[in-house]
């Protein structure tokens, strides 16, 4: 949240900037073969919690591309590696035998969660700006088909399966920029109702565990409150350093907080997969304190009491997700407030980058990311020491390409 609508319009500059320039440089270097296969590395480790050796990269890269035909061993090294990921939704591959009027081999299933996040990272249409899924490229398609085709299913259920919400749902292309374009657009009706559509959804998550998994999958209110009460007080993003790490009051850093509750998390022991941020975008104020801003953002993690925990220390409590949605509904002026959902590992509003050393560390966010990494790098002494193990090792492998 920003004091000063100037101020948050500054920021977005900037960042609107910044990111221009990166993608300049992405169209001047960068082909798309190689956005791709960067793409494929953040879906095995963050959807299988694999880090990939780069000529596995390659391979995959390589067998996943439409105008190329895999050869017999392409097939079985892709089957190979599905086995030694093994990790599937239990829900959805269910969904999908309903579907298909046939049961699924754990390969099968295996390859319709890889297909399923083939592309989340990657730019989408956004044209209409569907809540979950309609946003993929003819290409993006075109590789989820091939990795369903590898893995067995016939030519008509890859058909039914593209374009059903099993391989096509997404919760990370839409940016705060995209909704604010759609302000005006779209009326206050049609606002609430895509946003009914996106909580809908999420409880229908909230159905969906990890298969084999042992960590924990759902979170009780205190565990909640708990997980809330450590971002707070974190040394780092506690509300009361605010000014050593934003004396004009121009970012807010309520994305510094959200990182921290999914790090905090993992931390704590919480199934990745159990642990989501929310945003909202629109024109936001707090009536008779002039302060506006156009963004929030804050981490959720799946309850035990069907649906989502939101974990925002700007309230002195948690929340369920519907709850916290109405706040931030109640806050905006304009009636066309609007809600989209991501993976954890998303930075920000403005992209949906995940976290990078190159965004982290800039001097704009005066050290505050560079102590918040430092701290859960040092944390976990003494008689602590043993529950912390979890998150050091984790801190370790999201930023082993940072520090």
């Not at 002039?290 to 002195?316: E, L, R």
Request: net charge neutral; hydrophobic share 35%.
């Amino acid at each position: 949240m920003t004091k000063n609508i100037g101020y948050s319009f500054l920021f977005a500059i900037l960042i609107s900037v910044h990111a221009q320039a990166q993608q300049r440089c992405e169209n001047l270097f960068d082909t798309p073969i190689e956005r791709f296969q960067q793409s494929v590395k953040e879906v095995a480790q963050l959807e299988f919690n694999s880090n990939l050796f780069d000529g596995t990269v390659v391979f995959l890269a390589k067998a996943l591309d439409p105008s190329e035909t895999p050869s017999l061993a392409d097939v079985q090294r892709y089957v190979s590696l599905l086995g030694e990921w093994g990790t599937f939704d239990n829900a959805q591959r269910k969904n999908v035998q309903v579907f298909l009027g046939r049961p699924l081999s754990e390969i099968e299933a295996t390859s319709l969660k890889f297909a399923r996040a083939l592309g989340r990272t990657e730019k989408g249409q956004n044209s209409e700006l569907p809540g979950f899924q309609g946003n993929y490229t003819q290409s993006q398609l075109a590789r989820k088909d091939r990795a369903l085709q590898m893995a067995g299913f016939s030519e008509v259920e890859r058909t039914a399966l593209l374009e059903s919400e099993y391989v096509q749902d997404v919760l990370t292309k839409h940016t705060a920029d995209d909704f604010l374009k759609e302000i005006g657009k779209k009326t206050a009706v049609e606002a609430v109702r895509l946003n009914r559509e996106v909580l809908t959804k999420m409880n229908q998550l909230l159905t969906e565990d990890k298969v084999g998994s042992k960590r924990k999958q759902n979170v009780t209110f205190a565990e909640a409150s708990e997980l809330r009460d450590k971002v707070a007080n974190n040394p780092v993003t506690k509300f009361y350093n605010s000014e050593k790490y934003d004396p004009k009051g121009e970012i807010g850093f309520c994305f510094g907080r959200a990182m921290a509750g999914h790090l905090e998390a993992l931390s704590m022991g919480i199934e990745k997969d159990s642990i989501r941020k929310a945003f909202v975008a629109g024109t936001m104020e707090r009536q008779g304190e002039g302060i506006t801003w156009q963004f929030h953002v804050a981490t959720i993690v799946k309850g035990t009491k069907g649906s989502w925990w939101v974990i925002d220390p700007i309230f002195n409590h948690v929340m369920k997700l519907e709850e916290w949605y109405g706040m931030m509904y109640d806050m905006d002026s304009s009636g066309q407030l609007r809600l989209f959902v991501s993976e954890p590992a998303r930075f920000g509003a403005i992209s949906n980058d995940w976290y990078n050393k190159s965004e982290l560390m800039i001097d704009f966010y005066n050290n505050y990311f560079k102590d918040l990494t430092e701290y859960f790098k040092s944390r976990g002494t003494g008689e602590q020491k043993e529950r912390h193990q979890t998150i050091s090792e984790r801190v370790k492998r999201f930023f082993s390409s940072i520090l």
